[in-house]
């Protein structure tokens, strides 16, 4: 059983930061790819970044320069600072993993639940 738990949502002003946590716990061998995804009311689900287990990164256009996805593989947790934040930037943020479990040994994406992020004065 692995369970990613995000952490960090919240309410800003646009201008201002916040920075998003997900950490993955269970039965976990290894974690490869991570990846923060967000989606806004009436919208689809859009990746916002990606980083490997090498710590390669990528992102969409509209946040590069703003955002930063990083990991801590010691502490199975993926982050994404987030600044200069706008209203646009106003969705559920949803972290992903893929995992490879001691038992069985087999390799799964899994999905947290959802962190509310709003930009608004």
């Known amino acids: 059983q692995v369970q990613l738990g995000e952490s960090g949502g919240g309410l800003v002003q646009p201008g201002g930061s916040l920075r998003l946590s997900c950490a993955a716990s269970?039965?976990?061998?290894?974690?490869?790819?991570m990846a923060w995804y967000r989606q806004a009311p009436g919208k689809q689900r859009e990746l916002v970044a990606t980083i490997t287990s090498g710590g390669a990164t990528t992102y969409r256009d509209s946040v590069k320069g703003r955002f930063t996805i990083s990991r801590d593989n010691a502490k199975n947790t993926v982050y994404l600072q987030m600044n200069s934040l706008k209203p646009e930037d106003t969705a559920v943020y949803y972290c992903k993993a893929r995992i490879r479990t001691i038992i069985p040994n087999v390799i799964d994406d899994y999905w947290g639940q959802g962190t509310q992020v709003t930009v608004s004065s």
């Open positions: 269970g039965s976990i061998f290894s974690i490869n790819a």
